[in-house]
């Protein structure tokens, strides 16, 4: 009868919509999806899985599956992202909040191979401004993709009526601890969110908004392929660099995280490290140390990269300082300096105080310019840049 015919109808349609959906699964995706699943289910032991699934209530059936396809997708990432860091018990489940999904669709709807990512509060609004002037205007090429993670609403709103990528993030929806001071909040924020791009498969440059770029980075990093992480000089924490062993540490202030297989690596070894502090420097260096990294040279040297190796094929390079400067910023050097990371003064074609910033991004004045032009607005005349700290 007609019923029946048009049941048929209806399921074979069903099934001709999924034939033609699961041609088009790129190959490489799956391939890249079980491979990460294989390297995650063999580096964390069973009991953790055990406690990780138990905690979120899923099924510990779908870890003996041998196939990424068998496995769902959703739930795979789900139990990835919630072992991302230490202090699980300080962390509310991200899975399926509200700034994954719109981070999911900054990013991989505009099939972003990398991402420049910065942070700011409304305190910050000084030296977001110069940043971007620094990071558009000034370094040749440009950097593009950038994308600031706003920690108020006021920033983000700002960010978005001149047309630049922005995040917002609220504490309070990430964290149990309401004891975590402002600002570890937002550095161990902040891990979060580059530890997730990175897990898609996207390379993050991170980047402190006192860390102005002078020259676009990323043809330097180009020089160094193999490596998981590409940073500047620390000194923090202490009894690693300066008083310790290495006499160097890789800083947050400026920093390259790979997507690569290899930097898969590193996140297992963050969550697996015990360490108190919430501090994401004294993370990611206690990690590469878990990692067995090993320098190459025991001589750090002012026009020389250091390279060290650790386990399953990780590398780090920490650039020098007359690439990336921190402590020994000269202006007479300015021309040789990728990023000036530094509190000393730096001459930019500025024609604002940090009073006049405030106004500018608290008020209408060049409402109708956005993106670049917004920028270039303020970019005229020459005034002294100081580094002022920011109220987060």
């Known amino acids: 009868n007609s019923r029946t015919r048009l049941r048929w109808f209806f399921r074979c349609l069903a099934i001709v919509c999924i034939c033609y959906a699961a041609r088009n699964i790129p190959s490489n995706i799956l391939h890249k999806e079980r491979y990460r699943y294989s390297r995650f289910k063999s580096q964390i032991d069973d009991f953790q899985l055990h406690a990780v699934f138990e905690k979120d209530q899923l099924s510990t059936d779908d870890v003996d599956s041998s196939s990424m396809a068998e496995i769902n997708y959703e739930t795979y990432h789900k139990r990835l992202l919630n072992t991302a860091l230490p202090h699980n018990s300080a962390f509310k489940p ?18 972003m191979k990398f991402v420049v990512l910065t942070t700011s509060t409304w305190g910050c609004a000084t030296l977001l401004l110069r940043w971007l002037i620094s990071a558009r205007l000034v370094a040749t090429p440009p950097l593009d993709n950038i994308l600031v ?14 047309n630049f990528s922005t995040l917002y993030l ?16 937002i550095y161990m924020s902040r891990l979060l969110v580059i530890q997730v791009i990175n897990n898609w498969g996207i390379t993050v440059f991170h980047c402190d908004l006192d860390a102005l770029i002078l020259k676009n980075p990323f043809e330097l990093f180009e020089n160094y392929p193999d490596a998981s992480i590409i940073a500047s000089r620390g000194r923090f924490p202490f009894e690693l660099g300066k008083n310790g062993p290495w006499k160097y540490t890789a800083c947050m202030g400026a920093i390259l995280f790979r997507g690569s297989p290899h930097t898969d690596e590193f996140w297992i070894a963050v969550h697996l490290i015990n360490v108190t502090t919430f501090d994401d420097q004294v993370l990611i260096n206690y990690a590469m140390k878990r990692l067995n990294i090993i320098w190459t040279s025991e001589h750090w ?27 020994t910023c000269m202006a007479n050097n300015q021309n040789s300096y990728y990023i000036w990371h530094s509190k000393k003064s730096l001459y930019l074609n500025l024609n604002l105080t940090d009073y006049e910033v405030h106004d500018v991004v608290s008020t209408t004045n060049g409402n109708n310019l956005i993106g670049d032009a917004w920028l270039r607005k303020w970019r005229s005349g020459i005034n002294i840049f100081n580094h002022n700290s920011c109220n987060a």
Not at 319 to 327: A, D, K, M, N
């Open 94 to 111: 991200i899975y399926l909040q509200k700034w994954v999904m719109e981070l999911h669709t900054l990013l991989l709807r505009r099939k």
């Open 149 to 162: 993670l706003s920690f108020d609403t006021m920033v983000h709103n700002l960010l978005l009526n001149k």
């Open 170 to 185: 609220n504490v309070s929806d990430i964290f149990n601890d309401q004891s975590v001071s402002t600002k570890h909040a």
């Open 301 to 327: 040297r002012d026009n020389v990269p250091n390279v060290a190796n650790g386990d399953n094929g990780f590398q780090i390079i920490i650039l020098p300082s007359l690439v990336v400067c921190r402590e």
